[in-house]
């Protein structure tokens, strides 16, 4: 700190003119975490300076929080402007760097003040120049650089903790502790169970076919606040695939910590920072299961949707590309070319034969009737009883099995658990006994970690096997019925609309000399859903058709 008591350099005191030299004092500080009071200190030791030489104080110009790596600043910009226009002769701050530590932008900062006859000067370093344009610029360069790189580590750090680096997601809160050494624990987080029941209706809701803007306008509609109470908008659901920002694509809910997904760079020209992606290579990704939100099923059902969305937007086809507007829009399709039907007046028309002419099938079908016909096959065709009672049999066979099988694996995690247990107790009444804590430390350690393994595999553990009910044909007949009667009932149907869509796997559609004939095919695993009370999970590997 310069003090009056302190040599510096002889400074001039006035103009030619014999009149006080008019000095504007610039002050900055760049850190949210540094006080208000950093700027008071700044200027208070300026105006020290400014007595002791006879000056006279012509202005004082501060910016707060803000950092020195940019010229894009108010107050710095408002004190060109002033000193352009020949305000003051003198500029005077704490030292170079509260001025600017970019290279390029202190080169033009003294490059003006020479044009424009300013003296500039720090307490620092005395009057500056060009050597000390050229060394303390430099050094202010590789300050910034090594400043980012040890930021950096830290927040990496911090994810392989298992920790987040910065910011709090929606759905959590931070979690305020400290640590052995006595500073808080920074990055620590716990669900916020409110935000996590909103989190899962947003993706539960997209999944079965909602827009992200008719879900924003229901959760601002009913007072839900958003991401840092304010409200709702389609972007602040759907985000960015690619960058993992936005509900549908924050991998944390579903357990996994991703950071260094993207940098940013600033542009020299306008001081803002652009976002830019890292390789997939230098994503750092650690598994906190304990932060899980949503479960895997239902994010592979949003993931399943926002890839189709994708497809069908980079398909030759624009029409595909939007969300279907009536209910068998992409199901029919013509057995004759393979192409499409799609909708003409009142009516489904194969496209080939519509739009190209390069196909025979010059059948229309009445939208209303083919819509209850195909209802109808849902209802009656699909899910014989016969055939129904011969499949969960051989279902409940397999999952007898399974279930022995499953029931090994917790029996044997259970005994590892008590042994576990046990070898802890031992640990403990050693040292107890007098042997020294740090003999022990490492072993109880991988104890409490393993223990809280298991604990977490057996929460996670099926406690029991799904069943199918042996009416299971007349409850999927049932459910499809009050489906076609949503369909037909006013406001909004988009759940039951998707619901019957995602049945049906194909409805082929055969001319058979102008007499029309359909052949429906079903989508197994989501006709099981639909009937069960506790849905089975079908497993992707198997492809099972049903066809009426």
């Not at 606040?225 to 409200?231: D, I, Q, S, V």
């Not at 695939?241 to 936005?246: F, I, L, M, N, Y």
Request: hydrophobic content about 35%.
């Amino acid at each position: 700190m310069i003090t009056d008591t302190q040599t510096h350099p002889v400074l001039p005191t006035s103009t030619p003119e014999d009149r006080p030299m008019r000095v504007a004092v610039y002050a900055r500080f760049s850190s949210d975490h540094q006080s208000e009071s950093s700027i008071e200190d700044q200027v208070f030791q300026c105006m020290q300076r400014i007595q002791a030489e006879g000056w006279q104080l012509g202005g004082v110009y501060s910016d707060s929080a803000m950092s020195g790596s940019t010229s894009h600043r108010p107050e710095y910009q408002r004190l060109m402007k002033d000193t352009s226009n020949g305000m003051f002769d003198i500029v005077l701050s704490e030292g170079l760097d509260r001025l600017s530590r970019d290279q390029a932008d202190i080169a033009d900062l003294y490059k003006n003040m020479v044009f424009h006859g300013v003296k500039l000067f720090t307490l620092a370093e005395g009057e500056v120049n060009e050597l000390h344009i050229g060394l303390k610029g430099t050094m202010n360069a590789m300050f910034l650089k090594d400043l980012a790189q040890k930021t950096k580590r830290g927040m990496e750090g911090n994810v392989r903790n298992g920790l987040a680096a910065s910011g709090v997601s929606y759905g959590y809160d931070v979690v305020k502790e400290i640590g052995a050494n006595g500073e808080p624990v920074r990055g620590k987080r716990k669900i916020n169970t409110e935000q996590a029941e909103i989190i899962n209706r947003i993706l539960t809701e997209y999944s079965i076919g909602r827009s992200p803007r008719a879900i924003a306008h229901d959760l601002n509609h009913e007072g839900i606040k958003g991401p840092n109470g304010k409200m709702w908008s389609p972007s602040t659901i759907h985000g960015n695939v690619k960058r993992g920002t936005g509900i549908l694509n924050n991998e944390l809910y579903i357990g996994r910590l991703i950071w260094n997904r993207q940098k940013f760079i600033k542009d020299p020209a306008t001081g803002k920072r652009q976002s830019r992606l890292n390789p997939q290579s230098e994503w750092i990704v650690e598994e906190v299961p304990s932060l899980a939100i949503v479960d895997k099923e239902l994010w592979n059902k949003v993931k399943t949707r926002q890839l189709s969305a994708r497809q069908l937007v980079k398909s030759s086809n624009p029409v595909k590309a939007r969300r279907a507007r009536h209910l068998l829009s992409g199901l029919l399709k013509c057995s004759c070319c393979g192409g499409s039907y799609t909708i003409y007046g009142n009516g489904y028309a194969c496209v080939n034969a519509k739009n190209k002419g390069t196909c025979d099938n010059h059948v229309i079908l009445n939208k209303k009737k083919i819509e209850k016909i195909v209802l109808d096959g849902l209802r009656n065709n699909l899910m014989q009883p016969e055939l129904v009672e011969e499949f969960v049999a051989e279902f409940h066979k397999h999952l007898n099995e399974l279930g022995r099988q499953q029931d090994k694996q917790r029996i044997k995690m259970q005994r590892e658990l008590i042994k576990n247990d046990k070898e802890t107790d031992r640990l403990i009444d050693m040292v107890v006994e007098g042997t020294p804590p740090a003999k022990v430390k490492d072993r109880m350690w991988q104890l409490e970690n393993r223990n809280n393994e298991l604990k977490l595999k057996l929460e996670r553990h099926p406690k029991s096997l799904p069943r199918f009910h042996p009416n299971l044909a007349k409850t999927y007949r049932d459910k499809v019925g009050k489906l076609a009667e949503a369909l037909t009932a006013e406001g909004d149907n988009a759940e039951a609309f998707n619901a019957v869509r995602n049945l049906i796997q194909e409805i082929r559609v055969i001319p058979n000399g102008g007499n029309p004939q359909v052949e429906l095919f079903g989508e197994l695993p989501a006709l099981l859903k639909l009937a069960n009370k506790n849905p089975a999970t079908v497993s992707d590997e198997v492809c099972v058709t049903l066809v009426a």
